[in-house]
């Protein structure tokens, strides 16, 4: 069955940098675009960025656009968030989920993972 | 920015009763590229509904979507206690991806 696991949540302090992983397990990770979405404490759900299934494009929100990427690694199943200059405001549980798209993009999500979560606090 | 905005934020019901949750569009959502996802207590979200009213797998028929453009409703006929979550719509029409703030669906 679809697995997603994410790891490399923490507490960080403002201005420094956090990697997170997702690995995955269960489907063909190269044939599948994947997303991160975020919820803050006690709110709604954030999209956060996209990668296509062969790396070849990325989108991300307005609010973490320069300072976080998405990358992934075929040959690990794994799909990686690298977040820098955090902020206040991004603490926050990080889901990887697979868009259901096979080769293609729908842009929705149809496998989250249990979430990570990022504590930005001085 | 497509912006999603949901109401009731709560809605309170009674097991065995019909909700139905509202979902509005700032701008036309083409293509009914619209999803709904549920959320319980500690966990993940999960897929209800895509294109605006075609069921993901393994939800039940009591659960239903309808809508286009800028109006969008899920339904739920009679409501079980596995239902009582909160539900986010969710526009997949243009970047970026957005979702609608949540109703709270409680006893």
């Known amino acids: 069955q679809v697995q997603l696991v994410e790891s490399g949540g923490g507490v960080v302090q403002p201005g420094t940098s956090l990697r997170l992983s997702c690995a995955a397990s269960g489907f063909n990770f190269n044939n599948f675009g994947m997303h991160w979405v975020r919820q803050a404490p006690g709110k709604g759900l954030e999209w956060v960025a996209v990668i296509w299934y062969d790396g070849s494009n990325r989108y991300y929100a307005d609010s973490v656009e320069g300072r976080f990427s998405i990358s992934r690694d075929n040959s690990k199943n794994t799909l990686y968030l690298e977040m820098s200059s955090l902020r206040a405001e991004d603490t926050a549980v990080y889901y990887c989920?697979?868009?259901?798209?096979?080769?293609?993009?729908?842009?929705?999500?149809?496998?989250w993972g249990q979430g990570t979560l990022v504590s930005v606090s001085s | 920015e497509i912006v999603m905005t949901q109401s009731p934020a709560t809605l309170s019901v009674s097991p065995g009763e019909r909700a139905t949750l509202s979902c509005r569009a700032s701008q036309s959502v083409r293509n009914f590229f619209l999803a709904w996802y549920q959320q319980k207590p500690g966990q993940s979200p999960r897929l209800l509904i895509y294109?605006?009213?075609t069921r993901a797998a393994g939800i039940p028929a009591r659960i239903s979507g309808s809508g286009s453009g800028t109006e969008f409703t899920l339904t739920i006929s009679s409501l079980q206690s596995e239902d009582f979550a909160v539900y986010y719509c969710?526009?997949?029409?243009?970047?970026?991806?957005?979702f609608g703030g949540g109703t709270k669906v409680e006893i």
């Open positions: 969710q526009q997949y029409s243009a970047w970026p991806l957005t």
């Open positions: 989920a697979r868009d259901p798209g096979v080769t293609t993009l729908n842009n929705r999500f149809d496998y």
């Open positions: 294109g605006a009213s």
